[in-house]
């Protein structure tokens, strides 16, 4: 029983597999195998050392290159958050929300407005999510900054009432935000299948609750319980994925309001399960069957998962990325047009094929075509780029994107982890007769492949000018968000990421 691994509902069929019942409950079961389980809920329980993570985040030794990297982060979350303001479904979303309380303290991004903090987490977390184009963790296949940012700020704003005066240094905001990081990413490593549930709101969840928890001082012991109510409400499918459906990042949105709730039920005293991550119902049982945390747990105190973060050059699913760049590097080194390419072939682990072969059609909705290879790689062939007005209707029902789009191919190469989204393969031939291949082994904007300061600053300005934020407004974002770690209070930044400079 020592190193227990199958899942408590495996073994209990294994038990009685001809008539596949169980002589004893789960419970019954679990209380007689807990003392051998590779966890039970004890001091170095798997959710206590997440817990004790987020109490001590102002402990942690960040060195410059780590506050630097996480103020670009932030920076990054805060821009495409407000970009999201002017997203394809943030008008439908803000008719919505009003039924579920108005005349809070807590303010939308580029929109402002005041709701309550639940509710201005949603719709946050929501924004950041809602045009793929926020952070992401490859390894574990995490968007982690939308609810964990998101739930932070209807925190800090409900604490101060809804003013600039938020009580909360930059740097101590920075410590926060890279523990629940850590504890987001250390739950989504955890994970040794592909994705069933949508890990990016799953396990940001638990991040979210740890950002909660640390701006409201909780203490060890409500720390814990706020994963507990976290996980109780914890949602996310991979089946608004595998749609294209515009409830997919609204999952995100879920979570950090759940995050905010769950928080709210521990300072009303209502008690929450504990052993959430290890117990017979808990995450690595239900959500992520034989995921293994231990070593991620060994690593919380010396590794800073912010610095392992990805940004996204292009508002697209991560899985266009490598095939984005090449398409643009080969049309560079080799000058050719889209209107010589015969065909596009991408070869791929089969994480690609099954988030973004997605064969485009004009009926296609904006959410949609963000995962899809096919009209993102058109997109590039044409217009050397992709960029937020690229989804518009008027794009959408473009007849030289379409046609080029039918030409573009993803096949699966084989690789059999079944997270790896590299190497990757592309082949363009011309019309005529040459064929020009590249093999993607890491991606733009990944540690490995960074962006510079120019292509960060770039993407943020795009941002905020999508969303019609003034230059003056831009610049000042810009300016107070590089120096973060310096402001003594983190209010006048956001000041900038309230604006709603033409609505």
Known sequence: MQNLRLPVRTILLMLDPAKSTCPISPIEWYNLCKPHCRKSMSTD???????????????????????????????????????????????????????????????????????????????????????????????????????????????VEQRSGGTDNTGTAGRHFIKSICAA?????????????????????????????????????????????AFGHVYSQM??????????????????GFNA????????????????????????????????????????????ADTRRITELSYKPYPTGRATHGGLDAIQALQKQHGFSAREVASVTLSAPPLIPRLVNRPFSSEMAPNTARLSMQYTGAVALLRGTVGLFDFSTDSLHDAEIAELANRITVTDDGTTDPNALQPQQ??????????????I??????????????????????????AGLTDETTSSLIENGLQLDRRLDIGRWLSDAWRADTR
């Open 426 to 439: 592309i082949t363009i031939a011309l019309t005529n007769g040459e064929q020009v291949s590249d093999t």
């Open 181 to 225: 990081v850590d504890i987001a990413i250390a739950v989504g490593l955890s994970s040794t299948q592909g994705l069933w549930f949508f890990r990016p709101a799953t396990a940001s969840a638990f991040g979210a609750a740890a950002m909660a928890a640390q701006l409201r001082s909780f203490t060890l012991e409500q720390t814990i319980q």
């Open 45 to 155: 329980s798997s959710v206590v050392a997440l817990a004790k993570h987020a109490v001590n985040a102002q402990k942690l030794s960040l060195n410059k290159d780590t506050t630097e990297r996480a103020s670009m982060i932030l920076l990054d979350a805060l821009a495409v958050g407000i970009a999201g303001s002017n997203a394809t479904y943030a008008d439908a979303v803000h008719r919505a929300a009003p039924a579920w309380g108005m005349g809070g303290p807590c303010r939308v991004l580029g929109r402002g407005d005041g709701f309550p903090a639940q509710t201005a987490a949603f719709i946050n977390g929501y924004q950041i999510h809602g045009q793929e184009f926020d952070c992401v963790h490859e390894g574990a296949v995490v968007h982690p900054m939308a609810g964990i940012l998101a739930t932070a700020l209807a925190e």
């Open 257 to 300: 309001r759940n995050a905010v709730i769950a928080a709210d039920l521990v300072e009303a005293g209502i008690s929450a399960p504990e052993d959430v991550i290890d117990g017979p119902y808990g995450y690595l049982q239900l959500f992520e069957p034989e995921g293994n945390i231990a070593p991620l747990i060994d690593a919380l």
């Open 441 to 466: 082994v890491e991606v733009y904007g990944s540690p490995a492949k960074p962006m510079d300061e120019a292509a960060h600053l770039a993407k943020i300005k795009h941002c905020c000018e999508f």
């Open 235 to 252: 949602c996310g499918t991979m089946q608004a994925h595998t749609e294209g459906t515009a409830v997919l990042p609204m999952q995100i």
